[in-house]
Each structure stands twice: as C-alpha cells, then as structure tokens.
C-alpha cells in the first residue's frame, strides 16, 4: 500500500476557527495545562525546561499523527512462529522520508533538540538533520520590535522533498519566523515538502503574518492568546472578528502569555 498523508485519514482535536486551513489550533487539555504551569510567575528553572519538553513531546505527537506519510502494513510478531498465518496489521510511519528541525536559537533549542531526538527514534538517521539559525529581534528607543537580524547559521544541506520542521514555544509576530522560512526558500538548495511551524502559543498577528507571508507554511499551535481583543471579537469564534483581534502589547510580547520564553529556557535574562 502506498504512503498517504496520515492527516487525510485521522482528524485532530482542534478548536473551530476562522484562520485559514493550514492553521491547526489544538483542543489538548493536556497541552493547555502544561502552558498553564509554566506561565505562571513562580514557574522557573528547572521546572521550567521540563514543561516545556513535555509539552513539545506532546506537540511532537500531534505533528507527527497529522503530518507524517504511513502505510498499513502486515507485520510479524513473537506469536507469529506459532500462528504464521495471523499477522500485526497496524500502521507504520514512512522511515525515509527526509526531515530537517531547525532550531531558531535561542527559545527554538530545546523544542528543536527535543523533536530531533525523537524522530531519530522513529526514521531512518540519514533521513534526519538539525539546522541552527540565530536571531534576534531588533527594537527601537521604546523597546518595541522593530525588524529581525539572521545573525549566523549552520545550515548542513539541502531541503528537497524534506518536512522542515519549526519547533518555537512562542509565536508573537511572525517576523522571525517569516525570516527563517524565506531565508531557506532563497538560500537553501531544493524544494521543502512542508515547512511545517510547531508553538506552543500563538497571537492573532502571528497568524495574519505567516498565512499572509508563507501560505504554504502549516501552522500548530497549542493555545491561542489575543487578551487585547475587543470583546465582540472575544465573543466569536477565532478568526471570525480577525481585525478586532489582538494579541501583543506595545513592546510586542503576549497577553496573556508567559513572559520571556527564551530567557526563561536559558536562564539568561538579557
């Protein structure tokens, strides 16, 4: 049997909304718990990376359930000396299919390490890399984000025909983001598969940045946060009231969100 797209076959626990279709918010109790813990102001290290790694293997399952090529396939078991004619039939992830994680440095280390590890258990290793980019969000006088630097990369070949998979817990603006992508699509030998975006919060901005800049580009998100929305909009379904929606302050960071991901990870408050 041929490989299909597992996506086609097995429907997520996702919240209704209005975005466009490439944009999967998830209805994960476990999931919003998780983000839940590790928002709150008392939450720090090392209870911090913890959470985030549960919360990333859980975002690693979603992703790989409604991404990932598999094919029905008749398998032999420890019972199959006895019972030769009864065979496993059960689903099996295509282990050659190509993947690249890239860790979009400094928040993007941990979730990106996290994803290349498990896959590493579930594909071939040859079919497998990690990339690393650094970036930095730029600010004015105010300390509101003004644009994103790529400062350096270690990019180690080419994407055709890979999954390019963008694990990043917070997802504000989207410039960074749309930076990294286009860097790869201008820079970077072959054609993606899928770029496929992986956070655990999202902001209504984000969203109208990357489905505007990168249609292509799948989102997840494990919650949604647009706490300056006006209440008509909070009223309605995601999406439906998008331009009465808003999720970040005037220095650019979530509301109700969790402060500053990339320096909670890291312990490094600069």
């Known amino acids: 049997m041929p490989f299909n797209a597992l996506s086609k076959g097995m429907a997520l626990s996702q919240i209704d909304h209005h975005y466009p279709e490439q944009v999967v918010l998830l209805d994960d109790p476990y999931l919003s718990h998780l983000s839940a813990r590790l928002s709150s102001a008392e939450c720090r290290q090392p209870q911090f990376n913890q959470l985030v790694q549960r919360a990333f293997q859980q975002l690693f399952v979603h992703v790989m359930n409604g991404e990932w090529p598999h094919s029905q396939q008749s398998l032999k078991t420890r019972m199959t000396e006895f019972h030769d004619d009864l065979r496993l039939q059960a689903k099996v992830f ?67 025909n890979a999954l390019v998979i963008i694990p990043d817990p917070m997802a504000a603006t989207g410039s960074s983001l749309s930076e990294v992508i286009q ?31 990168h249609p292509d580009v799948k989102i997840y998100g494990a919650r949604l946060d647009r706490g300056f929305s006006t209440p008509k909009a909070l009223a309605c379904p995601p999406g439906e009231v998008w331009d009465e929606e808003r999720g970040l302050n005037d220095n650019q960071y979530i509301v109700p969100g969790a402060g500053g991901v990339g320096e909670l990870i890291n312990n490094s408050f600069v």
């Open 183 to 213: 860097f790869y699509k201008d820079n970077v030998e072959g054609t993606a598969k899928r770029f496929i975006a992986v956070h655990l919060i999202v902001t209504p901005e984000y969203i109208k940045k990357m489905t505007n800049t």
């Open 94 to 160: 295509d282990g050659q299919q190509k993947a690249v994680c890239v860790d979009v440095a400094r928040a993007g280390m941990v979730p990106s390490q996290l994803f290349f590890d498990e896959l590493n258990q579930l594909i071939s290793p040859e079919c497998l890399r990690q990339d690393h980019i650094f970036a930095s969000r730029m600010t004015d006088a105010k300390g509101a984000v003004t644009h994103t630097a790529l400062n350096s990369s270690k990019i180690g070949g080419d994407v055709d």
